[in-house]
């Protein structure tokens, strides 16, 4: 389960390129295919872009130095196999004329398909296979009189999830889509400037006090004369990715206020009420799940104990020729202490199911450590609905929650015990302060229940649907 | 500080070359700057190695597949800045025109200069800086009729702490020093074969199970007719590294029957039962410190909390032009989550301090993010002297318990408190079954009680010691 | 003086990419800055290009193995050095919701930055700085029902020197300018399969039987029914560029009928008659010049000889330090033999002076190897005009005979004696079976005589000659 | 055939790398598959090498920029396929506790196989499986009291064809064998400064003036107190290798005081003296025989014309899946101008055949272009026996005229007729300056006249020769 981007910008401080390096850093989790920085430099925009990690992008100090200046803008992206590419690499630069204009783009757009087919009948031609680019010819299609109006006015046309940034010689431009689905951030550096990122925790990692979250629909402008905002749309509903708070974002970021690691502790305690079991040790799969794990450990009163080791080195495996190989290579990346769970009855604290294989894995890791039961505990409700907002869970053929029952699921993961959080339990552990659905969360890969129209993947969805003999309108979920 | 190396051999499997990639990737924590493959293929002995991370030499599948045979010989470097060349990575390989010999080594040799000037003299060129060749020009200036005679006639003439492997085409060979300064062990694997590596975490990766640790002092023989052991040296007194116990080793890594982690959360136990404190919540510095922090908080009952996260992507930075930066390119590898620490005493677990300048900054970072008071416990006691057996301290220069009391390096750390587990806490808590001397630990630098001769290093010490006015005879340790 | 590119395109042969990397390789002296490759594939097209040399940009034979199938479009390209990125190297590949289609261009449109500037105002978007896009642009953007009128209407509109070849899943497209001023020639192979690429050398090359030369506006479709003609224009008249025949093109090339090495023979011969000199050995600059010096040897009855030698490694050299080392590394690309010239008269015969700075340095190396006297012979007449299409000379101040007499290059090149081939001497030698213009070619960087208007470069121009107070009408060439 | 190397060192230039690396330029044709440099820079000596052509090993100024210092030692390498390792490539670099020395070779030891056995037997371990290591084995054995006697003492012991250079911190050193098979050549810089290496035309690219040609059995040293000079042996006899005038020298050098291509000029006219044929036109084999084809013309007044073209563009080019693509990728390096050559006699000149292939193929092309007659005319005797002293022939298998009657040759290479030149014409031709047998040259490969003892090499020769029934003593030269 992979999230599509992570971008971050910086107007008004002379090391923009450098902090705009280290803030992507601590971005990386959101996207390991490529990654890239726009600078403003004094020859103009600059871009340096790759396949690959950050560290594996710039490997010559030459590449960041080329990018020195006041502004810069850079994007790690997720992308699915058909796209790695270079081109589609961001931040996208455009170069005109008469100016240049770099853009990145975290979420993925519902129309962006039929807006494509429309502008290429009408003669445009497109550098990238990413929806991101649609935007671009959108502002410059545009007949309004300036670029914030071109702007808005592409906003407007663009569904979906999606928070963009972009950046001319002149400005640096943020906005995010009518229900803040994918969260952006602004900050202040004490030695001057402004940065937009998608997460508290990049601000952090360059000495920016945290301001405020972008507002569903808010359009932002840092320039020379500072920070102006307005509403490009005022049809907006808070439906932040529930994902964000219980897998995706870093547990030292905040999202409208809440403290994702808080968060996580919080849904962890609240498992352990609805969902109790007689055991001596509470593991959580690390790292993303140790929160969670924390907060059973803590509302139980069973012991926190670190029954699985991951390694901290990322590695980048061969496709091993033989089965046994591949399931070795598992190994490489986590491991049990044998010591630790063997002869113990073990609650281990996920965070998701999604295809089950990993699960499947870790139980066997248990069982072969020695562990006498395995209590498997997943901090969110069952996945049983696809994203298309930027998560790339597109068909529900994938999801096993989808296709199986918690019965069925509970023989297939080989578990002494299986059980699920609540949607109610998730929405309240987070606790946003909104009253909006859902507490201000979207939910729909656990209801169903979309925010938005589906436009182009509407047909497809209500397909996979009939498929299942499945009527949306009468599923509730747990 | 860093381990100088990691070594993994298999003899009798086809997958060798595989898994001992494999088993080089748990064990990269032991080394990063090199690493390097040795297979016996059909056609003899063929090498891959590189400098940087596993991940980074082995780039493309040829480069492993050109390796696939029946036995394979690995190792990871770490290496101090000098030899950071090709052809210090490790395992060397000698070609002969009779036979090939791959060599591969951890730990460091206290007669390898004075061994190596006798050698050159004789006429010896020599291909590395390492130490590790010695071995090799001794093993063949040797007189000994057959090969393992010559081996264990070059075994019994270099001193130190090592752990020594060679693969040729007969045979797989493995061999400790005389006080087992370097862990070295044995497995057996499902499909057939014998491994010798450096930690049983390893072992787990490929699927091995645990046969035995290498006793001080042993020499063993893997070929067609299995594995041979014999004691090349009679005269041996355990003393394990107890660095790799306190920080090295993985926590799922068992040494002489002592599991790291378990071994790790008793550190923490009994430095809370010896240095105990009024706080809110007990934070480890991750990765390494956890197990202790677990352990402190489980035995003074005050919660164990998340207060700080390691950045998950290991980050090759660059050098970054100005003091800010450096500073603000800290906050990328570990940052603290502010709503969990601010207003809180915090006790602070780490397991070690050596320069003291790691120590400052994330204390720092807890400031910054709003604890009230920082009150910081090291589950070891203070590091004093050098280690001439494999790990980089080798001058009391670098080491802030050297040069300053611990009332002075409380002020200097800015905590609230600062405390050290006792030399007998350290020996008790890990609790090897033996009653060799310091409980089969190598506790040098902390006590200056050297097992063995300093040969080469005696001197150099002798001027350090004198420098500092310190009589070894009296140092008795805390 | 640089040529801007190479093209050669295949249709119908199963080794459609094999035979378009041969071809290019003997093409690359049309362009060493970037090179690149589509193939039809039973993907459909798939792209490889990158910045360097063939041989550089195709390092692995897996790169040609991805672009394998029947029909494929290469291009190897000269660049001026802002424009030296990826983006501008060719084929360009565009990728549409419905088909892929990429363009290959030899050649510089004149009125390229005014149709940009239109087409941006329109909305348009380009990915690269080059003036081959424009054309992309224009074929989408018509209204005409079929893809060949769409090409056709787009070919009407663009101007100056051009040689286009496409490629779609459907057909392969070739196109020339009115003037023929970038050749094209046709071929079939024996195993099936048309050939259209730039030159004749690269027919043979690839064991392609010779056809034809395309004609001056025709436009060429070849697809599964065969090869397809029409002229998209009729209003014609050849002007092949003279430089292919003096500089350019392979010796083993044919232009319209004319064999390259035989028609520069026939201008030194006549160089000969025209400026003759009393000298002990004739010299060519190797290795463009040699055809020529023979031709001059032959006719003037004075022994040809090898008085300077040419290293056949293509030296990147890097950029020296100081000023003796960079004169130091020309003599590293040509040197002269001592033995050959000394005390000698020598003819020197070169092809071209554009700047002067090679010829001053041949000068240099054959005086210092001890010539008694250099007659220096130049088998076209003096550069004094730019070229606007597709050779890089746009400025008049680059010309050493825009702003030096005859008598004064003479003296500032240090020679004996200063001699240049006439423009009817040109016109003559080269014979081509045309009853246009200048004997059928383009003479205007000699004559000022430009065949057609220049669009966006006539008021640059213009100024040029204003400031040296000349009156083109007036020009008369030598 | 190659040659298997080249040599350049300064001693006293503080542009000594920079020098070094324009010089091996020069020197490229002498081997391409590896290069190298050492440095003496403030650091002591430092190495760049690596696999490859200069321009491929050299790729940033920084690792030129690395080596920068007063003094420097290059080397360029061809090596068989299976030496090409890293590890061969030279200057080899050895580290002492006390020294360091840089050494390359050029040539072959015929003693070096037994050598090696003997010190391995004794001890010592290789780095490299090439013959130069050795010498620097016997050096530091020799228990002789200064580095120069202990040189001198090696010199001594090693046979067979070779030119050493050494480098280390305080002087430059250069011996050739007894008979200086190898070439080396003196000279001196303006700014200060002393070369040695392989050719004259290496001295003239780095502006060095002659000075004289290293003697067989010379030892010279370069230091601080300028150059010294002492015959290691006084048993000496000049056999200059005749395939460095025939074939592998540049034109541009000379060697013992004979310009290379004023020899090979030479050639020609002998030869079309012994061997007329009426014809209509004169071609060579670009590059190596072009001068003795203008040789050839001038004798015997037949027009000397370009037949043949070869791509100034070194080609690696990949193997190709096709036997026609195999055929077709020849004609990328080599075509002929079928303008020229149709309907002609050509008398087509070349230095010599090894296997035959290539001949083969180039007289296809002649008669694909048209050729009327093809009159093969060879600028050396048969080459019928292997070469011990640095060029790559070692079996007589791969010598086409050591297994066929010239009349069969004329057959098999379908020409209308193949003629060589005789031995006698060919020392006569050259013309050095001595009463050495065979005029100076070693003419072995022609004759089987060995100016040495085989050595390791000795029995493999003699049972060659017996498969094939030939008495050595019998032979004669044509």
Known sequence: MNEECGVFGIWGNASAAELTHLGLHTLQHRGQEGAGIVGLTEHGLVRHHGLGLLSEVFTKPVQLAALHGDAALGHVRYSTAGGRVLENIQPLLFRFSDEAIALAHNGNLTNAISL?????????????TSDTEVLMHLIRRSKQPTFTLQLRAALNMVHGGFAFMLLTEHALYAATDPHGFRPLVIGTLPDGGTVICSETAALTAVGATFVRDVQ???????DATGLHTEQYTTQTQLAVCSMEFI????????IFGVNVHQARVRLGEQLAREQPVAADIVCGVPNSSLSAAIGYARESG??????LVKSQYVARTFIQPTQELRERSVRMKLSAIS?????????LVDDSIVRGTTSLQIVKLLRNAGAKEVHLRISSPPLRFPCFYGIDIQSMNELMAANHTVAEMRRLLDVDSLAFLSTQGLEDSVG???DAPHGGLCTAYFTGDYPTDLDDYAAGFASELAQRQIDINEVSAP
């Open 116 to 128: 494509r087919r429309q502008l290429e009948d009408d003669g445009a031609i497109f550098q990238s």
């Open 216 to 222: 569903p629909g808010e359009m932002l402008t840092v």
């Open 247 to 254: 897998y995706f974002a870093r547990p030292d970021s905040n």
């Open 302 to 307: 069973i012991p926190y104990e670190m029954g």
């Open 339 to 347: 010591d630790v769970v063997a002869g113990k009855r073990v609650v």
């Open 432 to 434: 946003l302060a909104t």
